[in-house]
């Protein structure tokens, strides 16, 4: 049996044993959406950054860097930042809230049915963005070296995800998650070695990839328009060398990646599963460990594909197997494809199944967010609010099933997209909605329902607009991220609406003193239902 699929198939298999094995533990909901609060930092840590490191950094960054040079380095500073930010001004405050699902802190920090509902259609969207990359990264991996159809591969991967979150749970999901990190880990320590080991250090990397110009021969069979890419120029350079048309979009994608972190739901939802906000702080920095390492890893993979691409087609030694992959994969398959050239079959094996691990760990996070919004969200909430606890889970369930068809829907009509590109833009969606929601609700007593609800709602329109009519836009405009716009609008209609209404939850000191009370481990959140005052109130209150 060729490698590739010995190792596909062990994790497929230990995916079953691990899913089959906490089946037992997702009979209620707190089992099924936080795996009964029980993960300390070293296990949640690592699904947190089996969460965050997703195909977009296994696969998408080295693309990136591939293609465009250390202009890619801005996706891994940003990742970073927000991670950190995250780590430090939410993951504690969020776990000693102590709920379910991220709507439930809209709709009890404000005591708000509608915030509750317009947080669920912010999580879908976020997650649509999000999944579809990740679905797409599957396919591509199981079309190009598997040999199957796009299609068959966008069917398989939701396939495997509706049974490992749907039969799992919370728990089986953040062991699965937790074990494919370390996967990945090990792989891209593996291709670490290799280079090194093959002497593709920096300075003979850099100098062939710097100073090559021309075409690169042999790869006009596999480009769109029949001809041989070029090496140089725009393509290929420093900081600012030609992804950017100017400071203002490079400002833009900053702000964008840095906060989005911040929002995205699948990360946040698991301070949720810890036991308390200290276990939570220690999660996400040992979460911001592990990516710092990847992110760095990724860079230099990045440019040793570009290397090999130069070399091996300027020598003719490139096999038509990786040059096609290089040239058809493009920005989103050059890891796999250096491990080939690096260490072979047994490698490639081993990378692939990395990959496979990182689709499958991120779009669990996706489907357990989503299905938390569905099921627990929207059924429980507004469609059965007496629903006992087996038909909570069971709604949950099959709010799996339902995003797995959506998922699959969305993968389908991705299929020539780029990884990091669409990563980018889930990013900049949770960073213009969820994102100052999330930073405000936590740290300023005076925020209300309807600057909360119209800071979402503005966010949402701003970034769904700049993202898919960008082209009405004015040249200058036509950002890739359009964080410089859309985020610092929604943080500022959060501010003027919430001064204009006035109208502060009440029990607002209480709901700051419970997030920001000394650890205790075990620590649950106490349902507040004081009434929303009157305005005159509300302002002395506030």
Request: aromatic share 14%; glycine share 12%; with cysteine.
């Amino acid at each position: 049996m060729e490698p590739k699929y010995l190792f596909t198939l062990i994790l497929l298999a230990t995916i079953v044993i691990i899913t089959f094995a906490t089946k037992k533990y997702s009979t209620s909901t707190v089992d099924f959406y936080v795996g009964g609060r029980s993960f300390g930092w070293l296990m949640n840590g690592s699904a947190i950054a089996g969460d965050y490191l997703s195909a977009a950094t296994f696969l998408g960054l080295a693309g990136l860097t591939f293609s465009l040079g250390y202009d890619g380095i801005f996706y891994t500073f940003c990742f970073s930042v927000g991670l950190t930010v995250l780590a430090l001004f939410v993951a504690g405050p969020l776990r000693k809230f102590g709920k379910f699902t991220v709507p439930d802190f809209l709709a009890e920090r404000f005591h708000s049915p509608q915030a509750r509902l317009i947080a669920v259609i912010v999580v879908l969207s976020i997650s649509g963005f999000y999944a579809a990359p990740q679905v797409l990264g599957g396919a591509q991996i199981l079309q190009l070296f598997f040999g199957t159809s796009y299609t068959f591969g966008v069917l398989l991967i939701v396939s495997v995800m509706i049974f490992y979150v749907g039969v799992g749970g919370m728990k089986g999901t953040t062991i699965n998650q937790a074990l494919e990190i370390w996967i990945r880990f090990g792989a891209f320590l593996v291709l670490l070695g290799g280079a090194i080991y093959m002497g593709l250090n920096y300075g003979k990397v850099l100098d062939v990839v710097q100073n090559w110009s021309g075409a690169i021969p042999g790869t006009a069979a596999y480009a769109k328009d029949g001809k041989d890419l070029v090496a140089n120029g725009a393509k290929w350079s420093f900081i600012g060398g030609g992804f950017f048309k100017s400071p203002l979009e490079c400002l833009s994608m900053v702000i964008g990646l840095s906060f989005g972190t911040i929002g995205l739901p699948h990360i946040l939802l698991r301070f949720y599963t810890n036991p308390s906000a200290k276990e939570a702080r220690y999660s996400a920095l040992f979460a911001i460990v592990i990516a710092s390492v990847f992110f760095a890893v990724a860079l230099y993979l990045g440019v040793v594909g570009r290397y090999l691409f130069i070399e091996g087609a300027k020598a003719g030694s490139l096999s038509p197997e990786n040059m096609k992959a290089f040239v058809v994969g493009g920005t989103n398959m050059v890891v796999p494809t250096v491990s080939n050239i690096i260490g072979g079959k047994w490698l490639l094996g081993f990378v692939v199944a990395g990959a496979f691990a990182a689709v499958f760990s991120n779009l669990s996070g996706l489907f357990v967010a989503c299905s938390g919004a569905l099921g627990h969200d929207l059924y429980t909430h507004f469609i059965n609010k007496t629903a006992t606890e087996k038909q909570k889970v069971v709604a949950g369930k099959i709010s799996v099933v339902i995003i797995g068809v959506l998922y699959g829907i969305l993968g389908l009509m991705v299929e020539k997209a780029s990884i990091g590109h669409l990563v980018g833009l889930a990013f900049n969606v949770a960073a213009s909605t969820f994102a100052p929601i999330f930073l405000l609700g936590v740290w300023w007593r005076g925020m209300t329902e309807k600057g909360a609800i119209w800071g979402m709602v503005v966010g949402l329109a701003s970034s769904c607009y700049m993202i898919f009519f960008v082209k009405s836009l004015p040249v200058w405009m036509q950002w890739r991220i359009p964080g410089l716009i859309t985020v610092p609008l929604a943080f500022l209609t959060v501010y003027v609406v919430s001064r204009i209404d006035g109208k502060v939850p009440a029990d607002v000191n209480a709901f700051m003193k419970q997030i920001h009370s000394s650890d205790v481990k075990g620590l649950e959140a106490a349902p507040v239902n004081t009434p929303v005052p009157e305005p005159a109130a509300a302002a002395a209150e506030a």
